[in-house]
Nanobody, 127 residues
Framework: QLQLVESGGGLVQPGGSLRLSCAGS????????IGWFRQAPGKEREGVSC????????RYADSVKGRFTISRDSAKNTAYLQMNDLKSEDTARYHC????????????????????WGKGILVNVSS
C-alpha cells in the first residue's frame, strides 16, 4: 500500500520546538515534492511549506518563515518539518502530501497536483 505516514507531533509549550516526519511507505519519495499543510480547529486549511525533489527549492508560508525549516533525507525516504519558536496559532492537524512539484504560492495552492496524502498528526501549542 502506497502511503505517507506522519510522526513527531504532540503537545509543546509556546516557544518550544517539534520536528515532524513524513515517511514514504511502499514507494520512494525521491521524485516527489513533499509539502505540509495544516488545519486548525474551525479554520480553513492552509499550506505551510514544501520541498521539491531538488531539495534546494523550498517554499514557506509567510507566517512560518524564519521559524520552520523543511528538509528531506533520501536514505531514510523521509521528509522533515523542523518547527521552532512555536506559537499558539501553530496549533493544528498537520498533513504531508506529495506533489509533482512545489507550487510557488504554497500557502494558497497546497492542494494543487497532490498525488499522495497522509492522515495527519496533531500539534498542540499550549502552556
Amino acid at each position: 500500500q502506497l502511503q505517507l505516514v506522519e510522526s513527531g507531533g504532540g503537545l509543546v509549550q509556546p516557544g518550544g520546538s517539534l520536528r515532524l516526519s513524513c515517511a514514504g511507505s511502499g514507494f520512494s519519495l525521491d521524485t516527489w515534492a513533499i509539502g505540509w499543510f495544516r488545519q486548525a480547529p474551525g479554520k480553513e486549511r492552509e499550506g505551510v511549506s514544501c520541498v521539491d525533489s531538488v531539495p534546494t527549492i523550498t517554499r514557506y508560508a509567510d507566517s512560518v518563515k524564519g521559524r520552520f525549516t523543511i528538509s528531506r533525507d533520501s536514505a531514510k525516504n523521509t521528509a522533515y518539518l523542523q518547527m521552532n519558536d512555536l506559537k499558539s496559532e501553530d496549533t493544528a492537524r498537520y498533513h504531508c502530501v506529495a506533489h509533482y512539484s512545489c507550487p510557488v504560492d504554497y500557502y494558497n495552492d497546497f492542494a494543487y497536483n497532490v498525488n499522495y496524502w497522509g492522515k495527519g498528526i496533531l500539534v498542540n501549542v499550549s502552556s
